[in-house]
Nanobody
Framework: QVQLVESGGGLVQPGGSLRLSCAAS????????MGWFRQVPGKQREPVAA?????????LYAASVKGRFTISRDNAENTVYLQMMSVKPEDTAVYYC???????????????WGQGTQVTVSS
């Protein structure tokens, strides 16, 4: 069984920084794109950043975080990171890790999600 486990959330002051991590484990054959989404109560989950597989790692960012957040991944460790800089109160949300991956026992690439980690930006 595959699991995505996030860590690194918490309380941070406006203008501060935070680093989220998400490690995938289990019977993994391959991982395609990985990314981060966030959700606040009463709103839809929205994409924050994504990174493709491969050494080059094409990245995408939501307009609201571009220039402040950086996504990266360690393919050897099946881990994706989100470095958050110059955070704002509107970045407050539950952040979810996502991966498109193929298990060893399945021919299909499927979507997997972490359990979510709370990020609160407040003074």
């Amino acid at each position: 069984q595959v699991q995505l486990v996030e860590s690194g959330g918490g309380l941070v002051q406006p203008g501060g920084s935070l680093r989220l991590s998400c490690a995938a484990s289990g019977s993994i054959f391959s991982i395609d794109a990985m990314g981060w989404f966030r959700q606040v109560p009463g709103k839809q989950r929205e994409p924050v950043a994504a990174i493709s597989s491969g050494g080059g790692g094409t990245v995408l960012y939501a307009a609201s975080v571009k220039g402040r957040f950086t996504i990266s991944r360690d393919n050897a460790e099946n881990t994706v990171y989100l470095q958050m800089m110059s955070v704002k109160p509107e970045d407050t949300a539950v952040y979810y890790c996502h991966a498109g991956l193929k298990e060893r026992t399945s021919p299909w690439v499927a979507d997997y999600w972490g359990q979510g980690t709370q990020v609160t930006v407040s003074s």
